[in-house]
Antibody
Framework: QLQLQESGPGLVKASETLSLTCTVS??????????WGWVRQPPGKGLEWIGS???????YYNPSLKSRVTVSVDTSKKQFSLKLSSVTAADTAVYYC???????????????WGQGTLVTVSS | DIVMTQSPDSLAVSLGERATINCKSS????????????LAWYQQKPGQPPKLLIY???TRESGVPDRFSGSGSGTDFTLTISSLQAEDVAVYYC?????????FGQGTKLEIK
């Protein structure tokens, strides 16, 4: 059974870079049928897609975050990672990683999801 | 960006009654080449990650109870819970994947009346 687990610092200082890793277990990442994505959720608010990556490193980013986001993948370690630079209090959120089905139009729905990790940006 | 707007923002329904949540997209999510609507629905309970319920607007994910159904096409979609159970209390989100810049609805909070 596929499982995903986010890891990384729970507290990041404003203006610094947020770095998270998602570790995949229960299945290989080297399957051209999937993308791997990041979604965040500020406390008490809705879901915002951040970015997605294929096993070969092809990426899609949210245009509103694109200038600050880098998503990378290491299939040998069964991990993919998120870096978000120049963070502010507005980046405080629960960050989720998830697998995405893929089709000719690109990544599709998210399933399954990791449990999420809260990252707080402090001033 | 494709903007997804859900209605209502919150909903209270009696146990055993029908719950209906709507999702409207700012442009059509229908691909005529494959006759599919590029829309998914998720359920999120407090303290948990979202759970996939429906994809292709009306295909139920394996293991999801059949009281959950999705319908609609183009720009207007509906998630229906035919007979509300206590465990269905949650926030429900729609998501479009028509283009690679995914967007979610703002969420609909479902409670028991």
């Amino acid at each position: 059974q596929l499982q995903l687990q986010e890891s990384g610092p729970g507290l990041v200082k404003a203006s610094e870079t947020l770095s998270l890793t998602c570790t995949v277990s229960g299945a290989s990442m080297s399957n051209r049928g999937y993308y791997w994505g990041w979604v965040r959720q500020p406390p008490g608010k809705g879901l915002e897609w951040i970015g997605s990556i294929s096993d070969t490193g092809h990426t899609y980013y949210n245009p509103s975050l694109k200038s600050r986001v880098t998503v990378s993948v290491d299939t040998s370690k069964k991990q993919f990672s998120l870096k978000l630079s120049s963070v502010t209090a507005a980046d405080t959120a629960v960050y989720y990683c998830a697998r995405q089905e893929w089709g000719s139009s690109g990544p599709h729905w998210f399933d399954p999801w990791g449990q999420g990790t809260l990252v707080t940006v402090s001033s | 960006d494709i903007v997804m707007t859900q209605s209502p923002d919150s909903l209270a329904v009696s146990l055993g009654e029908r719950a209906t949540i709507n999702c409207k997209s700012s442009q059509s999510l229908f691909y005529s080449s494959n006759n599919n609507n590029y829309l998914a629905w998720y359920q999120q309970k407090p303290g948990q990650p979202p759970k996939l319920l429906i994809y292709w607007a009306s295909t139920r994910e394996s293991g999801v109870p059949d009281r959950f159904s999705g319908s609609g096409s183009g720009t207007d979609f509906t998630l229906t819970i035919s007979s509300l159970q206590a465990e269905d209390v949650a926030v429900y989100y729609c998501q479009q994947y028509y283009n690679s810049y995914h967007t979610f609805g703002q969420g609909t909070k479902l409670e028991i009346k």
